[in-house]
């Protein structure tokens, strides 16, 4: 499985963005999805993660209600859409993909495919 995120970028405070990764391989669309986050000088955090059926989301407690997680499928990609950015925001972020038949999970353990990071910024 290979992952490819995009759509990160420089914006204000209170700001969206809309980051994107693509998934390839066969497997992809029977993985546990998820995007994780490192901010300078910090270990990388876990944001939110997404089950395969796309019925269970997950969420950290500090983006809850402003930012979704969604997944295509057929399209193999895996959306963060981010409302209401804070300065405390800004770090790369990056698309993982769990190893098979993992549940859901926080960890960076059970994720075994990572993208390279796309480096979101926000402005206050």
């Known amino acids: 499985v290979q992952l490819q995120a995009s759509g990160g970028g420089l914006v204000q405070a209170g700001g969206s963005l809309r980051l994107s990764c693509r998934a390839s391989?066969?497997?992809?669309?029977?993985?546990?999805l998820a995007w994780f986050r490192q901010a300078p000088g910090k270990e990388r955090e876990f944001v939110a993660s997404?089950?395969?059926?796309?019925?269970?989301?997950d969420y950290t407690d500090s983006v809850k209600g402003r930012f979704t997680i969604s997944r295509d499928n057929v399209e193999k990609t895996v959306d963060l859409q981010m409302n209401s950015l804070k300065p405390e925001d800004t770090a790369v972020y990056y698309c993982?993909?769990?190893?098979?038949?993992?549940?859901?999970?926080?960890?960076?353990?059970?994720?075994?495919?990572w993208g390279q990071g796309t480096l979101v910024t926000v402005s206050s």
């Open positions: 391989g066969r497997t992809a669309v029977s993985r546990l």
């Open positions: 993982a993909a769990g190893a098979a038949g993992s549940s859901q999970s926080t960890s960076t353990n059970t994720y075994a495919y």
């Open positions: 997404i089950t395969v059926s796309g019925n269970n989301v």
